[in-house]
């Protein structure tokens, strides 16, 4: 699910889209779910009838199929839970990320493929109940603190692979920008740093004021923090002439 989301191992393929949106769902709520929950999760502007909601769940019950042990990989009950033999890249995600080792959180940020549940078109429950956010938060996490460990040991390009793969799944988090400021610097490139403020700013200013001048953008405070500032005019002081206190033009 770091990416377009892909089930491997089906008894069956899906008949329902919906289907598929339910063993996503199930997938991160691993406590389980009842038909109101999930329902409403997946159709939040409309009651579904409950035959379509039986419908899905037979569905999806048929392409998960039956687990080593032939246990229903959805067992039925009023609250449907996944068998422990359904698993995703995010729980790996999580277990890798909660080691103190640097190799683990590399293998962590390989899982990632692109945007989190990226095309699947039932998903704002993952917004409402806070999944996506959490989600982000810790590919965030671990990218800082990975990123972080390889600059402080000298190795520039592997926090600026890091940091990038997690921007894939949260790409407007401007502290991942500041990680890529501080690769660019460990690298000792001047390209590199002004690059990067580059594509921070074409992420914030309005549609067609992506070729104002860093010094007028500068001004208005008002496209990045002033932390990202503060940090890309220590990083690029003495490696730039003189500018009066402003950026450098990109």
Same mark, same amino acid.
């Given at each position: 699910?770091?990416?377009?989301?892909?089930?491997?191992?089906?008894?069956?393929?899906?008949?329902?889209?919906?289907?598929? $949106?339910?063993?996503? #769902?199930?997938?991160?709520?691993?406590? %389980?779910?009842?038909?109101?929950?999930?329902?409403?999760?997946?159709?939040?502007?409309?009651?579904?009838?409950?035959?379509?909601?039986?419908?899905?769940?037979?569905?999806?019950?048929?392409?998960?199929?039956? %687990?080593?042990?032939?246990?229903?990989?959805?067992?039925?009950? @009023?609250?449907?839970?996944?068998?422990?033999?359904?698993?995703?890249?995010?729980?790996?995600?999580?277990? !890798?990320?909660?080691?103190?080792?640097?190799?683990?959180?590399?293998?962590?940020?390989?899982?990632?493929?692109?945007?989190?549940?990226?095309?699947? %078109? !039932?998903?704002?429950?993952?917004?409402?109940?806070?999944?996506?956010?959490?989600? $982000?938060?810790?590919?965030?996490?671990?990218?800082?603190?990975?990123?972080?460990?390889?600059?402080? /040991?000298? @190795?520039?390009?592997?926090? $600026?692979?890091?940091?990038?793969?997690?921007?894939?799944?949260?790409?407007?988090? /401007?502290?991942? #920008?500041?990680?890529?400021?501080?690769?660019?610097?460990?690298?000792?490139?001047?390209?590199?740093?002004?690059?990067?403020?580059? $594509?921070?700013?074409?992420?914030?200013?309005?549609?067609?004021?992506?070729?104002?001048?860093?010094?007028?953008?500068?001004?208005?405070?008002?496209?990045?923090?002033?932390?990202?500032?503060?940090?890309?005019?220590?990083?690029?002081?003495?490696?730039?002439?003189?500018?009066?206190?402003?950026?450098? @033009?990109?």
């Amino acid at each position: 699910m770091l990416g377009p989301v892909r089930t491997d191992g089906l008894a069956h393929a899906f008949r329902r889209a919906a289907s598929r $949106e339910l063993v996503v #769902y199930l997938t991160l709520h691993r406590q %389980g779910a009842r038909a109101t929950d999930w329902g409403d999760a997946l159709w939040p502007s409309r009651a579904v009838p409950a035959s379509t909601l039986h419908s899905v769940v037979s569905d999806a019950r048929r392409a998960l199929g039956a %687990g080593p042990a032939e246990v229903e990989r959805l067992p039925r009950g @009023r609250v449907l839970r996944l068998d422990d033999s359904v698993h995703c890249d995010v729980e790996r995600f999580a277990q !890798l990320a909660s080691q103190p080792d640097l190799a683990a959180w590399v293998e962590a940020l390989s899982l990632i493929r692109g945007a989190f549940l990226e095309g699947l %078109g !039932l998903t704002d429950w993952a917004v409402l109940d806070g999944t996506a956010a959490r989600v $982000e938060a810790m590919v965030t996490t671990t990218a800082l603190q990975g990123a972080a460990r390889c600059v402080a /040991e000298g @190795r520039g390009s592997q926090a $600026e692979w890091m940091v990038r793969q997690a921007l894939r799944v949260s790409p407007y988090d /401007e502290r991942l #920008y500041r990680a890529l400021l501080r690769a660019a610097d460990v690298q000792g490139s001047l390209a590199r740093l002004r690059a990067t403020m580059v $594509e921070l700013r074409s992420l914030a200013v309005a549609p067609g004021s992506e070729h104002v001048p860093v010094d007028q953008a500068e001004r208005h405070m008002m496209w990045c923090h002033p932390r990202t500032i503060a940090l890309y005019q220590e990083l690029a002081r003495g490696s730039v002439p003189g500018t009066g206190g402003s950026f450098p @033009r990109l």
